[in-house]
């Protein structure tokens, strides 16, 4: 079956980096989505990786490694309004997006 | 301002009813997607379309039919509702091309008794 695993929860300080983790195994692989939702609000993009490496946006950046099934979301000097879920997501042979659960990240002053 | 609209924002609805839940996007684009968001789950795909008058089975389709008659509305319709059917849903769509990133709408809160 088809399977994306994620923390649950993490929590971090303001002004910190925290790195949120996502392995996957999918049937067959087109690219690897992280998405944000804060509480009661719709996910919205962050970013997308395709090939292996680092793809940096601002005080984003998520890394992938296909052959280890594995990509992080990083997030530098964190602000209170990065508590959200965020969501990672593969898209499979068939071009459909797989989800996992979310990790709801907690920051605190 | 160019996105995607649901209707309605919530619902509470009696278990055997018929419900529409509505889906319109201003984007052009191509691809329509419904999910549903249980706690604890992912986003699980109910059904979708790659194009104006087709549609698909996602993995939960079950309960559930769409239509798509034109490019911009994808009415999501539960037949005849079950509590199990409670949960938040969200009308997504994209363009296709590229990247193809699905971008959302707001969500419909429906709970049903």
């Known amino acids: 079956g088809q399977n994306i695993d994620q923390p649950t929860e993490m929590t971090a300080t303001e002004g910190a980096i925290v790195q949120i983790n996502c392995t996957y195994q999918?049937?067959?692989?087109?690219?690897l989505f992280w998405y944000q939702q804060h509480a009661g609000e719709a996910p919205t993009f962050l970013s997308y990786?395709?090939l292996d490496g680092l793809e940096e946006k601002g005080r984003f950046s998520s890394f992938l490694s296909r052959s280890k099934g594995y990509s992080y979301l990083l997030l530098k000097e964190l602000q209170m309004k990065d508590s959200a879920s965020y969501l990672c997501?593969?898209?499979?042979?068939?071009?459909?997006?797989?989800w996992g659960a979310g990790t709801k990240l907690i920051i605190k002053p | 301002i160019a996105g995607i609209t649901q209707a309605p924002t919530s619902q509470i609805l009696a278990a055997g009813r018929r419900m529409t839940l509505r889906c319109t996007q201003d984007?052009?684009?191509?691809?329509m997607y419904w999910y549903r968001q249980d706690l604890g789950l992912g986003l699980r795909l109910i059904h979708y379309?790659?194009?104006?008058?087709?549609?698909g089975k996602g993995e939960v389709p079950d309960g559930y039919s769409v239509s798509r008659a034109n490019t911009d509305d994808f009415p999501l319709t539960l037949a005849s509702a079950v509590p199990s059917q409670t949960s938040v849903y969200f009308c997504?769509?994209?363009?296709?091309?590229?990247?193809?990133?699905?971008?959302f709408g707001p969500g419909t809160r429906l709970t049903v008794l």
């Open positions: 984007m052009r684009h191509n691809a």
């Open positions: 990786n395709v």
């Open positions: 997504a769509s994209s363009d296709s091309v590229g990247t193809d990133t699905q971008y």
């Open positions: 999918t049937s067959g692989f087109n690219g």
């Open positions: 379309s790659n194009t104006a008058g087709t549609t």
């Open positions: 997501a593969v898209r499979d042979s068939n071009y459909q997006l797989i």
